[in-house]
């Protein structure tokens, strides 16, 4: 079946510094990718659709300038966090829809981002 | 605007015992509804979907529009069935955004 692979699981950094995690459609092309961040014990909330060869949608109130999107090709989306700061720690998710109409969505294993 | 709401944070049943999470939705437009599940340690999948009037290990779940209601169910909870589930929303007609509830943890003792 379709898979998402998300890349690192966890990172830790310390402060100011940026951070860059990647999702890759295995056995996919996906033209528009999710991400996804969920605080503990809340709901995953929509960050952005990157969409590929061209500029992310960013949901309302998410910094385009913090969250970096690049959706180089069609198997690969990442999002950077830029000059990190602790309130930033939290499990990002990205998702894809596999090719084909009425196709689900498959999330990825999701990144612990742990500011110090 | 869209929105989900799980009002049950977690709920604990004895094997074999029927379950229901309830899902209720707020969106002026028609929705399209979903059931994701999230086993410990495994990444987030898709349970059902309302279009689909299916049964998926033997969950099922009913779009009432009039309640704005889609409850998850299922009549014999088996110990398997302990995860996280998530209610999702998205509109009808291509959207791919969808809005999540904020999970029910379900634990199914033996």
């Known amino acids: 079946g379709a898979v998402v692979s998300q890349h690192p699981s966890w990172v830790i950094c310390k402060s100011g510094t940026s951070v860059k995690i990647e999702c890759r459609s295995l056995?996919?092309?996906?033209?528009?990718m999710f991400w996804y961040r969920q605080f503990p014990k809340q709901s995953l909330m929509l960050m952005a659709t990157?969409?590929?060869?061209?500029?992310?949608?960013?949901e309302q109130g998410v910094e385009k300038d913090k969250f970096l999107i690049n959706h180089a090709s069609l198997t690969l989306s990442t999002l950077t966090v830029t000059s990190a700061h602790p309130e930033d720690s939290s499990f990002y998710i990205c998702s894809a829809r596999s090719p084909g109409g009425g196709s689900p969505l498959h999330f990825g294993n999701g990144t612990r981002l742990t500011v110090t | 605007a869209q929105r989900v709401t799980q009002p049950e944070k977690l709920l604990s049943v004895f094997k074999g015992a029927p379950v229901e999470l309830k899902c209720n939705y707020s969106?002026?437009?028609?929705?399209?509804l979903f059931w994701y599940v999230q086993y410990s340690r495994q990444r987030l999948q898709l349970l059902l979907r309302?279009?689909s009037r299916e049964s998926i290990k033997g969950f099922t779940a009913d779009l009432n529009k009039g309640e704005t209601s889609f409850h998850l169910k299922k009549p014999f909870a088996q110990e398997e069935d302990s995860a996280m589930y998530y209610c999702?929303?998205?509109?009808?007609?291509?959207?791919?955004?969808?809005?999540f509830g904020k999970g029910t943890k379900l634990t199914v003792n033996p």
């Open positions: 999702a929303l998205s509109s009808q007609g291509g959207s791919e955004k969808l809005v």
């Open positions: 309302h279009i």
């Open positions: 990157s969409n590929e060869g061209s500029k992310a949608t960013y």
């Open positions: 056995d996919f092309q996906a033209t528009t």
């Open positions: 969106y002026s437009g028609s929705p399209e």
